[in-house]
């Protein structure tokens, strides 16, 4: 019987080995006025030199404005066939552990929670293999603004653009004009 018990441990300590991640980055997110903004705080043993955020597959051939990263790091859109990748990276060092780095933009289109993930590898590719992910943050919330949570949400999640959205129009008397032109 001890053999037994010993063995489902084993198997039970292996099982959620490859499931829980050694150690998680810290990757939140934020929305205000079409600035949205994430922080990124590694953890012991990540060596983060990459931060992706997937976004709708229309957002790359639109304009982000008021790039916001670190010093040393670069920025790029990754457009692929179902969605677009925003994507900051550095060829230097990584971040510092359990230092909070500042990553954002300004986009003129409604949020909605996507997945994003991080890397070690240095290069702008969304194929390099990810240290950690969305997946593994499935009971941290969005932060998705109350008039939109409505729309998209989910754990681990991040907020990032979608296209199109819609968004009300104002009936007042600037309002009527600007209907004209739109």
Same mark, same amino acid.
């Not at 063995?7 to 998680?24: D, K, N, Q, R, T």
């Not at 639109?62 to 916001?68: G, P, R, S």
């Not at 590719?125 to 939109?148: A, Q, R, T, V, Y």
């Not at 999640?157 to 309002?175: C, F, K």
């Given at each position: 019987?001890?053999?037994?018990?010993?063995?489902?441990?084993?198997? +039970?300590?292996?099982?959620?080995?490859?499931?829980? /991640?050694?150690?998680?980055? #810290?990757?939140?997110?934020?929305?205000?006025?079409?600035?949205?903004?994430? %922080?990124?705080? /590694?953890?012991?043993?990540?060596?983060?030199?990459?931060?992706?955020?997937?976004?709708?597959?229309?957002? +790359?051939?639109?304009?982000?404005?008021?790039?916001?990263?670190?010093?040393?790091?670069?920025?790029?859109?990754?457009?692929?066939?179902?969605? +677009?990748? &925003? %994507?900051?990276?550095?060829?230097? $060092? *990584?971040?510092?552990?359990?230092?909070?780095?500042?990553?954002?933009?300004?986009?003129?289109?409604?949020?909605?929670?996507?997945?994003?993930?991080?890397?070690?590898?240095?290069?702008?590719?969304?194929? $390099?293999? *990810?240290?950690?992910?969305?997946?593994?943050?499935?009971?941290?919330?969005? #932060? &998705? *603004?109350?008039?939109? #949570? $409505?729309?998209?949400?989910?754990?681990?999640?991040?907020?990032?653009? &979608?296209? /199109?959205?819609?968004?009300?129009? $104002?009936?007042?008397?600037?309002?009527?004009?600007?209907?004209?032109?739109?």
């Amino acid at each position: 019987m001890r053999f037994v018990t010993v063995v489902l441990l084993a198997l +039970c300590f292996g099982v959620l080995s490859m499931v829980l /991640p050694a150690s998680a980055a #810290n990757v939140t997110s934020s929305y205000s006025n079409f600035v949205y903004s994430y %922080t990124v705080t /590694p953890a012991q043993g990540e060596a983060i030199k990459d931060f992706h955020v997937y976004a709708g597959v229309n957002e +790359c051939a639109h304009a982000f404005t008021n790039i916001v990263m670190p010093p040393g790091w670069n920025f790029v859109k990754n457009a692929l066939p179902t969605q +677009c990748v &925003i %994507t900051w990276w550095t060829t230097g $060092d *990584p971040l510092p552990v359990g230092v909070a780095a500042a990553f954002g933009y300004k986009h003129y289109c409604a949020p909605c929670c996507h997945s994003w993930f991080v890397t070690g590898t240095g290069t702008s590719s969304p194929f $390099d293999p *990810p240290l950690d992910g969305s997946w593994n943050h499935l009971s941290e919330p969005c #932060n &998705i *603004p109350s008039p939109f #949570n $409505d729309q998209c949400g989910g754990g681990g999640l991040v907020v990032a653009p &979608i296209y /199109p959205q819609q968004t009300p129009v $104002d009936t007042g008397t600037w309002g009527r004009i600007k209907v004209l032109y739109r």
